[in-house]
Structures are given as C-alpha cells and as structure tokens.
T-cell receptor, first 110, second 116 residues
Framework: KNEVEQSPQNLTAQEGEFITINCSYS?????LHWLQQHPGGGIVSLFM???GKKKHGRLIATINIQEKHSSLHITASHPRDSAVYIC????????????FGKGTHLIIQP | EAGVAQSPRYKIIEKRQSVAFWCNPI?????LYWYQQILGQGPKLLIQ????????DSQLPKDRFSAERLKGVDSTLKIQPAKLEDSAVYLC??????????????FGQGTRLTVV
C-alpha cells in the first residue's frame, strides 16, 4: 500500500510569495493528483500528472518518477489561494481508487 | 457541464441512528467512488464502483456501512448504526475510466456528518 507524505503540514506566507508544497510516495504509480479543498467545500482537481511538468495560470506541478516525488508551486500567491492542498496517487496496476496525503494547510496573508 | 452532486450537505444524527447519503455522478462517468475524510486527515477510499459492480470495497466497514449503485448511475451510501467515530465528510467522486486508462476524478461538495 502506498504511503503518501506531504510537507509542510501547515504553511503561512505573505501575499506575493512563491509557495512550494512537496509530496512523496512509496510505491510506483500510474498517476498523481494535486487537489484543492476550501473550508466547508468539496475538492477541486488542479492537476493530474504521470510525468514531467504541468502549468495552469499561477500553478505549476512537477513530478519526478524515479525519486517518487512531486511538487506543487504557486507563484505570486494571493489570499484566495488559502486552502488545503492534497496530493493523491493512483497505484500502477491496482484498482484505481486514490490514496491521499493528509494535506497541506496554506494560509496567505495580505 | 454539471458536476458531481451530493446530498445532503450536512447531517447531524445521534449514535446508533441510521443515515444515507446520495450521489449523482457526472453523466457518462462509469466509475464512482465514495471517500471518508476525517477532520485533519486525507480522504480514505471506502468503495469504488465500475458501472453497477463493486471494484474495491476493502476498506468499507461492512458491519455497518453499505453502498449500492443500482442501474450504474446514482449511488447511495448508508451507515447503520452510526458511531461517534463515523463523524466525517463523505465525498463522492466520479471518473470516465476507460479500460486501461487513467482519467481524472471529479469530486462532489461532500456531506458533512456529525454523530452526537
């Protein structure tokens, strides 16, 4: 069973700062997801990655398959980016339910 | 495109009572998932359906939890009887899931259950 570890657990930063959230996993995967969850809200999928790098607006996600590691970056952070960011993986060859990390609670202060 | 719909959004029940949650996935999505998210933790898969068949229910506490997906569309998740530790957000997700392909999962808003 995959172990998904995220760091940091909590992050408070000032508006405009460059943010990095890390995710590592223990077993080979077919895909990795970065998800955003606002308080009281559902989960929104930000990225699905199996290799390389993806960019959407101010968000960038990278994955290194050999090192079993992924990062989510936020450039020019804004208070509306405040949310919990969750890394989730789908194991290679297994049933495709996701295994989730515990999430990173991000607060961007104005 | 309509998203994954869940109801109710909130539910408060006493322990030993029964409760049911409903999920309507995105039209055409064959795969449906129910996740349990306890406060401060990441979601945990309870059950996965492919059309109306169960693919994975290894983490479903079958003594009290049940789920069905009749006709391969809507799904209901039931807890009977509820315990205090069942307090959590119950998330439904769906994906297109072609055979052998990895597709993106879309999540509903969740149902927040409080057992008192």
């Amino acid at each position: 069973k995959n172990e998904v570890e995220q760091s940091p657990q909590n992050l408070t930063a000032q508006e405009g700062e460059f943010i990095t959230i890390n995710c590592s996993y223990s077993v080979g995967i077919s895909a990795l997801h970065w998800l955003q969850q606002h308080p009281g809200g559902g989960i929104v999928s930000l990225f699905m990655l199996s290799s390389g790098k993806k960019k959407h607006g101010r968000l960038i996600a990278t994955i290194n398959i050999q090192e079993k590691h992924s990062s989510l970056h936020i450039t020019a952070s804004h208070p509306r980016d405040s949310a919990v960011y969750i890394c989730a993986v789908r194991e290679r060859g297994g049933a495709d339910g996701l295994t989730f990390g515990k999430g990173t609670h991000l607060i961007i202060q104005p | 495109e309509a998203g994954v719909a869940q109801s109710p959004r909130y539910k408060i029940i006493e322990k030993r009572q029964s409760v049911a949650f409903w999920c309507n996935p995105i039209s055409g999505h064959a795969t449906l998932y129910w996740y349990q998210q306890i406060l401060g933790q990441g979601p945990k898969l309870l059950i996965q359906f492919q059309n109306n068949g169960v693919v994975d229910d290894s983490q479903l506490p079958k003594d009290r939890f049940s789920a069905e997906r009749l006709k391969g569309v809507d799904s209901t998740l039931k807890i009977q009887p509820a315990k205090l530790e069942d307090s959590a957000v119950y998330l439904c997700a769906s994906s297109l899931r072609a055979a052998g392909a990895t597709t993106e999962a879309f999540f509903g808003q969740g149902t927040r259950l409080t057992v008192v």
